[in-house]
């Protein structure tokens, strides 16, 4: 039932986190894939957004570096159309990221942002996306076993709680389905799949075809595909990351699985 309070108790809280004042920064510099600029405050890890004139949407940037003072950013896409006049602003801490709850059944990209058109996430916490190593004498020992629902890998290759595993096989011999059976079967609570660097086409297909609504349900899908440059896609794989630690320090039992690695 559509309740109208809680609605506005989530457009209140949206609000809160908007920031009524704007500040901007220049262009100064561009050079191959780092783009230099002046007169922002900003942290390594932080994300910018660069405005110019004509283009419709802003482009993202990670700030990777200073020189002298300046700021360097590495676009997470094509930076046509970034000239002398172009703007910079900040757009939040973004070494820290939003997780809740409400990200069970979602499909998002490496930014967080949601891509499957199921409206907007409001989230409950911020968690850092470049979390400290745990201490090795902190991580509990392997010692129960993680049915993964599938009986081939229960009974042959048994996975423990903790475990980390590799999947090697070559192109088109079933790993996306078996990483859609294991999220569909698995006794764990929640599921955190990273699609790195695959192919369009592919993560749709894997989403309806291999996942399907059961899987989804319990599942955080992290896109970041093939044809996005290569800061997206490495903040994707620490996305999904960070997300898994959520549901873990809430007392869930997570499976983190990438697609891929490499």
Known sequence: M???GDQLNEI?????????????????RSVGTIVEGV???????????ITSA????PIKAEVVGFNNGIAQLSPFGPINGVGSKSL?????NQAKVQVGPK???RVIDGLGN???DKGVLIHDEEYPLYADTMSPLLRERITEVLDVGVRAINGLLTLGKGQRVGIFAGSGVGKSTLLGMIARNTTADVNVIALIGE??????????KDLGEEGLSRSVVVVATSDQAPPLRIRGAYLATTIAEYFRDKGKDVILMMDSAT
Request: proline content about 2%; aromatic content about 6%.
């Open 103 to 105: 990200l069970l059944g």
């Open 199 to 208: 192919r369009g086409r592919e993560v749709r297909e894997f989403i309806e």
């Open 88 to 92: 910079i602003r900040k757009a939040g």
């Open 39 to 49: 007169g922002i405050d900003v942290n390594v890890g932080d994300v910018c957004e």
């Open 54 to 57: 004509g283009e419709a949407l």
């Open 114 to 116: 949601p891509i499957d």
């Open 2 to 4: 559509f309740d109208l």
């Open 12 to 28: 209140k809280e949206s609000l809160n986190s908007v920031s009524a004042v704007r500040k901007y920064g220049k262009v100064i």
